[in-house]
């Protein structure tokens, strides 16, 4: 299922601040019964197929899920090439639906 900008109206996060459709960048396809989101100024989480945010905003950038993890980066470079923007992170780590975090990568170099 795919769901476009104009269909979200309003995410009311836990600390009680509010996301309106005019702060969403993107949706992607639900994986898993979950979806990517990007909420402008404050990153990418995941919300479920009723539109609720399952997983708060607070990545730098996020992946699929798949077989219930998704690996998700707490830091983001990017690096613009011909029209295109492409990110990589040297801090990822695995999350599962809950948010709960499985595994810690860090490249160092």
């Known amino acids: ?40 100024d404050k990153g990418y989480g995941y919300i479920d197929e009723n539109l609720n945010l399952i997983i708060p905003p607070n990545y730098a950038g996020v992946n699929e899920f798949s077989n219930g993890v998704a690996v998700v980066a707490l830091e983001r470079e990017e690096t613009i090439d011909e029209n295109r923007i492409f990110f990589s992170s040297k801090k990822w780590i695995f999350l599962d639906k809950d948010g709960k975090v499985h595994f810690f990568y860090w490249n160092k170099s």
């Open 1 to 40: 299922m795919q769901i476009k900008k104009k269909e979200i109206k309003t995410f009311i996060f836990s600390d009680g601040t509010m996301a309106t459709e005019m702060e969403i960048n993107y949706i992607g396809e639900f994986n898993d019964g979950l979806a990517m989101v990007d909420i402008i």
